[in-house]
């Protein structure tokens, strides 16, 4: 997985790869999707909700550039797969989830593997975590039309917030923005992603993500012509092995 899908698309800071080969994807997982933990996609997970294809989040921890001593807060806990990966870079990393039962099942992993730097809420990730702000990073594993006021207010200057925005609840451009001091923030797009919405008060409202999410089918909207086309090939490109390694078939 690591090799082939994070490190073979350009990642190639070497506490990210060790932080994803040492994190077994599959104890994140229920126990029916667990033979599918290393392929290269998202994955339904407990409450109708995902886990984030592999390579996503190494991107976006690689972009985040994490450094030992930082304190790292991540919207949308998940399973607790990618906190996971945070705190094997990170001093302490704080993590909201809406849904609590996801958030009571991601901290029970996350103390089970001795994940100590870990503190889980349920709640509202749009607000961010006023009491523990600032945080050196900020990454938000949801699509908003916007970065939420509060999650800027808590970055502390220096700080990078990663996070996936548009105009549509499944189709963003993944940017990473830098405060830089006072009310200044430096903006970098980074690539063409696809995120379930960011719901809270400072994000989508519930019904409108789902009427949103409805009228995106290929009749209504069509998704490939909305997305640029080298886009389109980046995400869909592999690295070729040697022609004499015996993996090399495997991309054909």
């Known amino acids: 997985m690591v090799q082939r899908q994070i490190e073979g698309r350009g990642i190639h800071d070497p506490r990210v790869l060790r932080a994803m080969r040492k994190i077994d994807r599959e104890a994140f997982l229920p126990e029916a999707m667990r033979e599918f933990a290393y392929e290269d996609s998202a994955l339904p997970i407990e409450e109708g909700q995902t886990i984030s294809q592999p390579y996503i989040v190494a991107r976006m921890v690689d972009a985040a550039r994490l450094d030992p001593a930082d304190r790292v807060l991540e919207i949308g806990a998940g399973s607790g797969y990618a906190a996971a990966v945070m705190a094997e870079l990170a001093m302490r990393v704080y993590t909201i989830e809406r849904h609590p039962a996801l958030a009571r099942l991601a901290e029970t992993r996350l103390q089970a593997m001795g994940y100590g730097n870990v503190d889980v809420r349920a709640g509202d990730g749009t607000l961010g975590w006023p009491e523990a702000a600032p945080f050196d990073a900020i990454i938000i594993a949801a699509g908003g039309p916007r970065v939420p006021e509060a999650l800027k207010e808590q970055l502390a200057v220096g700080g990078r917030l990663v996070m996936p925005v548009g105009q549509t609840p499944n189709h963003q451009q993944l940017i990473r923005l830098t405060h830089t001091g006072k009310d200044g923030f430096d903006s970098e797009m980074l690539d063409e992603v696809m995120f379930v919405p960011l719901i809270g008060a400072q994000g989508w409202d519930a019904e409108t993500a789902r009427g949103r999410q409805e009228c995106t089918e290929p009749t209504r909207v069509p998704a490939r012509e909305a997305r640029p086309l080298p886009g ?20 054909f």
Do not use: M, N, T, V
């Not at 090939?233 to 592999?238: G, S, V």
């Not at 690295?239 to 004499?244: A, F, H, I, S, T």
């Open 232 to 251: 389109l090939i980046k995400q869909a490109a592999r690295r070729l092995p040697e022609p004499g390694d015996e993996s090399f078939a495997d991309a």
